[in-house]
């Protein structure tokens, strides 16, 4: 299925996996789901869906992208762990959630992906309202971040 969702994209399209680190005029960047958060948001009492940063940060702390083993979150049995963190990106992006957010830690910048699509009935049953329609643009020079809102109410 991957290939022939592929053939939609230009030659100039990358496909990576997850996760994946990589480099942007010389700027460290690492990308991950954030499938984890699921597991960080059941045991740590202040993290919540509606703040991403939170996880993100615990993530970075322990320096593993999956810091709880056995729960939701399912891992491969490797010879060599894919998800320690053993360097720290300039900019880490997560998604998952589809709720918005951007923060400065340590020299970092944490970004949360927003979603493109409206609250799902998955969503409706959990009682999370989703946070649309946003992306930053970040600043490679200074790594700094402006968000763009491209919901139906800003316009």
Known sequence: MGLEFQKYFGKNTVFVGNPCYFALHGVDVLIYHGR????IVKYIPEA????PILPMKEILLR???VPIYGERTPTAPEHHDYLLLDRLP????TGHVHTA???RFSDMLLINASAWQAQTSFQRTMNFNP???KAYIVNLNTIRAT???FSARNF
Do not use: K, M, Q, W
Not at 90 to 93: M, T
């Open 63 to 65: 320096r593993h992208l």
């Open 90 to 93: 300039d900019i880490f992006v």
């Open 147 to 149: 968000e763009l809102n």
């Open 131 to 133: 946070d649309p329609c």
């Open 101 to 103: 957010g951007c923060e």
């Open 36 to 39: 984890s958060f699921d597991d």
């Open 48 to 51: 919540t869906y509606a703040n």
